[in-house]
């Protein structure tokens, strides 16, 4: 806080402390990136503290080396009959094919909310019934329909991100500029063209912020799936290495899923910038 | 010669609420314009002009009376009457070539044609190199300029312009001035310019259409020749500062006062 406000004397103190050559006076803040990276250093050093000065049993809280160990082993031999990179796949091709299965519903479905009464009327209330659902809630019935086979993990994904999509779609299409609408028409378009042509290429950015949102969503949806019902998979991983209490595969598992769910936020900004560069240049 | 006619057009916008009172925004305007006209519809807020030029766009239908083209009742918008909006209505999804090439490819004409037709419009607005421009990055007049290409790319026969120059800084605004008068004298359209700028008005005319606020009623529709002595090769600084000018404007400026205080009289 003192940091970030420039308070002179509260700074100074602190830079003459490091840096006494430096002049006292027109020092920057601290940028914001460097106090989250020493957070996190300094988390993992206390982790590496506790577990050397044996505070904990390596039963509930193993060394950050011993993670990192047996990453590598998840890596190379893998555990309960894959390899991590297997695991990843199974896990994301399931949230992906859920991504797929809920675009193709969702799009036209958002698209028929935000143009028509008749598709408001008919669709909000659906939305609105699972928008407030949890997944998991659902998922028990999911499993007494489907089995608990891929189909089952991919529709729960799929109903998960489904809100979102459509939520986002249809505000999008409301939010299309009247004079975009008219204009197309001026130059002779006909309904479906406009739709085609300017409603949903306007609607793209809503869309694909949308989808990014989704696919929060649908990740930590399919970890939970998985930990229910799986054979292969991320969730699956973690909740066999907790039954045999190998603590260590369990936090290295915690560990990739969220790198992975980090990793799918970074791509979905940068296939907003890709897509819809006007976006965020305006 | 195609001929753009309002007879007796009135339009009303239904009440807003129940208590609120229907509105009258158009009260029984009579005026046409040909195809080689210039003719420009001043007025103040209130007087109806933007839903005059949305009329003739087909956008909207008449209460009262009726839009024609050539002697046949508009129904709707039709690529014979182009639009050029006043916050250029680009699309950021298309670069400027594509935007001058969107009423081309409605129509269905093939890639490469579009291309070499959007090119040639681009020269012709004076954005020759420009087509991969991202629109978003351009400036205000050029934006302008994409939308007036983009207009003309629909071949119409009629151009109607939203105050086009609204949202321009003064010195782009008087450039653009002289290059719509360029564009319009080389296109043979028909234009019907909508804008606050008594000094644009009697540039940009052949014939000035003064409308008077609440309800809007055509208080004048005067000749205008000083388009003509601009076009023929006359700076517009000079044209400005000429008594004939100086006259004019103040006539005009009279006349739109004149009508305002008649109306706050009756109000």
Redesign the interface.
């Known amino acids: 806080m003192t940091l970030t406000t420039d308070q002179e004397e509260t700074y100074n103190s602190d830079a003459n402390a490091t840096e006494p050559a430096r002049a006292p006076d027109r020092t920057r803040p601290v940028p914001i990136f460097l106090i989250s990276l020493l957070t996190v250093v300094g988390l993992v050093a206390s982790w590496a503290a506790a577990t050397s000065a044996e505070l904990v049993s390596p039963l509930f809280l193993p060394s950050p080396a011993a993670v990192a160990l047996s990453l590598l082993h998840l890596v190379s031999v893998g555990f309960v009959d894959s390899t991590l990179l297997e695991h990843v796949q199974a896990s994301l091709g399931r949230v992906l094919g859920g991504l797929a299965v809920s675009v193709v519903i969702g799009v036209p479905a958002g698209l028929a909310i935000g143009t028509s009464r008749i598709g408001r009327g008919v669709l909000d209330p659906i939305v609105e019934f699972l928008r407030p659902l949890p997944p998991l809630a659902y998922l028990p019935l999911i499993i007494i329909w489907f089995g608990i086979g891929e189909a089952s993990k991919v529709t729960v994904i799929a109903l998960s991100m489904l809100p979102s999509i459509i939520i986002s779609t249809a505000s999008g299409v409301r939010c299309v500029p009247k004079d975009h609408i008219n204009a197309a028409r001026a130059f002779g378009a006909t309904k479906g063209q406009v739709t085609l042509h300017v409603v949903l290429p306007s609607a793209l950015p809503s869309i694909l912020t949308g989808t990014r949102i989704a696919l929060g969503a649908g990740w930590s949806t399919l970890v939970a799936a998985e930990l229910v019902a799986a054979t292969r998979g991320l969730g699956f991983m973690i909740q066999s290495a907790a039954q045999f209490l190998v603590t260590d595969v369990v936090i290295a598992g915690i560990a990739v899923i969220a790198l992975i769910a980090i990793l799918l936020e970074i791509a979905a900004r940068a296939l907003e910038r890709w897509l819809a560069p006007w976006a965020s240049a305006s | 010669m195609s001929q753009l006619s309002f007879n007796e057009v009135s339009l009303v916008y239904p009440p807003r609420d129940r208590r609120a009172a229907s509105q009258l925004v158009l009260d029984r305007v009579t005026v046409s314009l040909a195809t080689g006209e210039f003719v420009v519809v001043i007025g103040r807020s209130g007087s109806g002009k933007t839903s005059l030029l949305n009329l003739a766009?087909?956008?909207q239908e008449p209460t009262g009376g009726t839009v024609k083209l050539d002697g046949n009742t508009i129904e709707?918008?039709?690529?014979e009457?182009?639009?050029v909006?006043q916050?250029d209505?680009l699309?950021?999804?298309l670069d400027a070539r594509d935007n001058v090439a969107?009423?081309l490819?409605?129509?269905g004409v093939g890639e490469r044609e579009r291309r070499a037709r959007a090119d040639e419009l681009l020269d012709l607005v004076g954005l020759t190199g420009a087509g991969n421009r991202?629109v978003?990055?351009l400036s205000g007049g050029m934006r302008q300029r994409v939308g007036i290409a983009?207009a003309l790319a629909?071949e119409p026969r009629f151009l109607?312009l939203d105050e086009p120059l609204g949202a321009l800084d003064a010195l782009t605004r008087n450039r653009m001035q002289t290059f719509l008068l360029d564009v319009w004298a080389k296109s043979r359209c028909g234009a019907l310019l909508i804008t606050h700028s008594i000094d644009e008005a009697l540039l940009l005319a052949t014939r000035i259409v003064v409308l008077s606020p609440n309800p809007g009623r055509l208080a004048a529709d005067i000749t205008s020749s000083f388009a003509a002595d601009i076009l023929a090769g006359t700076p517009a600084s000079v044209v400005r500062s000429s008594p004939a000018f100086k006259r004019m404007h103040d006539d005009v400026t009279g006349l739109i006062n004149s009508v305002t205080l008649e109306e706050e009289l009756a109000a």
Request: proline share 11%; charged share 25%; aromatic share 22%.
């Open positions: 766009a087909g956008f709707g918008p039709g690529a009457r182009a639009v909006f916050d209505a699309y950021p999804w969107f009423p490819r409605l129509r991202r978003w990055e983009r629909a109607l």
